[in-house]
């Protein structure tokens, strides 16, 4: 079934069919037409963070970035959700058109630009969602936010959002707003894993529940920033790293239509890229610290590579785009 309606999405702007979609997951979650995404998959626990994840599959974050369709995510099997990423303030993104497909290597460009309507709306999307299973949210600043001001951005979203929050994603590595990959080297980075930590604690304190932080890194780092990064987040005691966000890198692409387009790769082509930040992680830790490996996850084969270079867990989002919800029962099925 999906195939045929992939086909009549790809007919139409990339970004019009995204929001067609959700629009649509969103109507009808909860009415007899959600039979044609419902799935059972098979019931593969894993323990990660100290939380419990009845499969290690997840849909990343930038698929559902104001959290209106949780519940329909849910019935597709999805061990978790991960949504957002959401901003203090609502904003718009970037100017459009900003996401295109490049079909021939199964990938997609966007340069969407935190698109979001605010964090309080996401939280009320949340509050009315029926999920109980395991949700990430995934944090950002705002694009007009001075990088001298942007850990309060942080601070101000993880606030929000803890007392609904299974974990919290920390998106320091789009490639779409200014200047905040910076906060991926050094004293920017200490600064910002230093205020989210004493953050923690204190909404620990208040709430009474530990929530765990993750942090989201780009694949365009050299071997020696890898393992710089990895070493901040473990001196900083961080729960998790997620490798990776999109990439800058047009080598797998060049030649193609769409492939000059400015912003983040994704797709099939970012396999190789995103596996070997993961291994490097996974060695320079010594497995301590956990992976959510994200990155060109097509088929249940290229999950298992990425638990097998060292994640617990893992994420799609493009491989799902062009395989539909069957790609998360393959994979949940084949561990």
Not at 139 to 165: S, W
Not at 287 to 292: A, D, H, M, N, T
Request: net charge neutral.
């Amino acid at each position: 079934m999906y195939a045929h309606m992939r086909k009549w999405l790809f007919s139409k702007d990339a970004e019009q069919s995204h929001d067609l979609t959700l629009n649509l997951l969103k109507k009808f979650a909860h009415t007899p037409f959600s039979m044609a995404w419902r799935q059972r998959v098979a019931h593969r626990p894993v323990a990660v963070m100290g939380i419990e994840f009845p499969n290690p599959v997840g849909l990343a974050a930038g698929l559902d970035k104001n959290a209106e369709c949780i519940d329909a995510f849910a019935q597709m099997g999805f061990g978790f959700i991960e949504v957002g990423t959401v901003t203090p303030r609502p904003q718009p993104g970037n100017p459009k058109p900003r996401l295109f497909r490049i079909t021939e290597k199964e990938a997609i460009i966007n340069r969407m630009g935190f698109n979001n309507l605010g964090v309080d709306h996401l939280v009320e999307q949340v509050r009315q969602a029926k999920f109980s299973g395991v949700l990430g949210i995934n944090i950002g600043k705002n694009k007009d936010t001075p990088e001298a001001e942007a850990v309060q951005d942080y601070l101000h979203c993880m606030r929000k959002v803890y007392e609904f929050a299974a974990y919290i994603t920390v998106n320091i590595s789009s490639p779409n707003t200014p200047g905040l990959r910076e906060f991926q080297h050094g004293s920017a980075l200490d600064s910002l894993l230093a205020a989210l930590k004493a953050e923690q604690a204190e909404l620990h304190s208040k709430y009474g529940r530990y929530v765990p932080i993750a942090v989201k890194i780009a694949p365009d780092l050299t071997d020696e920033g890898i393992c710089a990064i990895t070493d901040a987040l473990m001196t900083h005691h961080i729960d998790a790293v997620i490798a990776t966000n999109t990439t800058l890198s047009r080598e797998a692409v060049a030649g193609l239509p769409h492939a000059d387009e400015a912003g983040g790769l994704s797709g099939k082509v970012l396999f190789e890229a995103s596996t070997h930040v993961v291994k490097v992680i996974a060695k320079h830790s010594k497995g301590q610290l956990p992976i959510i490996a994200v990155g060109g996850i097509d088929s249940a084969q290229a999950a298992k590579d990425k638990l097998a270079a060292g994640a617990s867990l893992v994420q799609i989002y493009t491989g799902f785009i062009y395989h539909g919800p069957r790609l998360v029962r393959d994979i949940v099925n084949s561990l």
